[in-house]
């Protein structure tokens, strides 16, 4: 008998206090042995991880899939581990856990979950994220010319373009806990790197999906401040940290590039006209060492982005430039990071450590 295992868990968390744990396991297909307890309690939003194995399918899992109704999944992903909050009503959910694996068998868990109304209550006035880098919530993406646009047929492992994220490295580290990111090369000149990360709305990595759009739309004032380490700057066409929030119906997005290979200098992003502004501000990270980036942003009172300092290495450069918005439909706030390749695709390097965002 081929024998299948999913490990799911409800992460209950409240402030100040442990979380709390459900876990379930399945020891083989249509046969769901459940661990107590076999029932939670939450408030939205909430916060579920799932592991899965197949020692009898040399192919591993392929994809792990939470059911809050029946028929359609409220949230799926490729691989063998899932970790995700979701945003749920008040009342009692049949929590349904099924995994799939590349040999064609699949196994499902239960949990019986019931939410309670209000979630936890926003937090409060100039909340910061402290190690971003080594949390979860990061995508990578490429993006190839000439759009520049996602690449959805794009994976990691290449040829068109190669990428990839590794947490929790000692050193070079400032902490022990720096993340490696690599800009791989392959077939494309000019391609880029970008990491994606949801700090408030749909999939947010801190648990503030923001649903009914009372926390987001108060927020105005942003600041980005990260540690990184490249070996050889010289061969990156441009380092990219952006700050972006769409609310109201509008997007702001605070794009920041320091262009080394193109220019060693500030550029702010237009997004109306869709072209970098060029700040007259010089950039020029120190190789083999850790580099300090701070970056301070506001959406005014007027609903306009304000771009206001760039400081790097201690030197601080006073921007105070105004771009105005465009339209969108989704409410939320992330943050970008992201390597750009030079004209031969070198591949290179990049630690980041003490990424801490906070936003007011």
């Known amino acids: 008998m081929r024998v299948g295992k999913l ?20 020891s083989a297909p249509g046969s769901a042995s459940v661990s107590t307890p076999g029932t939670a309690t939450s408030t939205s939003p909430v916060h579920f991880i799932a592991k899965a194995s197949s ?41 349904a856990f099924q995994e799939w694996d590349n040999c064609g068998w699949s196994s499902k868990a239960m949990l019986a979950l019931t939410v309670g109304g209000s979630g936890n209550p926003p937090p409060p006035s100039g909340t910061s994220f402290s190690n971003l880098q080594s949390q979860k919530g990061w995508s990578g993406y490429a993006l190839l010319p000439p759009s520049w646009g996602i690449c959805s047929s794009c994976t990691s492992a290449g040829p068109l ?33 970008l990491w994606n990360n949801h700090i408030i709305g749909s999939f947010s990595s801190q648990g503030l999906p923001d649903t009914s759009h009372t926390l987001n739309p108060t927020l105005h004032n942003f600041t980005y401040d990260v540690y990184f380490w490249v070996k050889d700057a010289s061969v990156s066409q441009a380092l990219e940290f952006d700050i972006n929030q769409f609310t109201g119906g509008k997007s702001y997005i605070w794009g920041h590039e320091c262009r080394i290979a193109g220019g060693h200098q500030w550029d702010i992003y237009d997004d109306v006209n869709h072209k970098w502004v060029q700040t007259g501000v010089p950039c020029n990270p120190i190789s083999g060492a850790w580099n300090h980036l701070t970056l301070v942003v506001q959406r005014t009172s007027t609903n306009q982005l304000l771009f206001k300092t760039i400081t790097l290495n201690g030197q601080t ?20 990071y992201q390597l750009d390749g030079n004209r031969y695709g070198t591949p290179y390097v990049v630690y980041l450590d003490k990424l801490t965002f906070t936003m007011q």
């Open 161 to 193: 373009l190669k990428w990839s994220w590794t947490q929790n490295i000692s050193s070079p580290s400032i902490d022990g806990v720096s993340t490696k990111s690599v800009y791989g090369g392959g077939t494309y000149q000019w391609g880029d790197v």
């Open 55 to 95: 020692p009898a399918c040399s192919k591993g899992v392929s994809r792990i899939a939470i059911y809050t109704t029946p028929n359609s999944p409220a949230y799926s992903v490729s691989g063998s581990s899932l970790d995700t909050s979701l945003a749920l009503n008040a009342g009692t959910y049949n929590v």
């Open 7 to 26: 490990y799911a868990v409800v992460c209950l968390c409240f402030a100040g206090a442990l979380p709390a744990m459900a876990g379930i396991w399945v």
């Open 317 to 336: 450069a006073t921007i105070n430039h105004t771009e105005s918005p465009t339209s969108t439909s989704w409410n939320g706030l992330t943050i970008n």
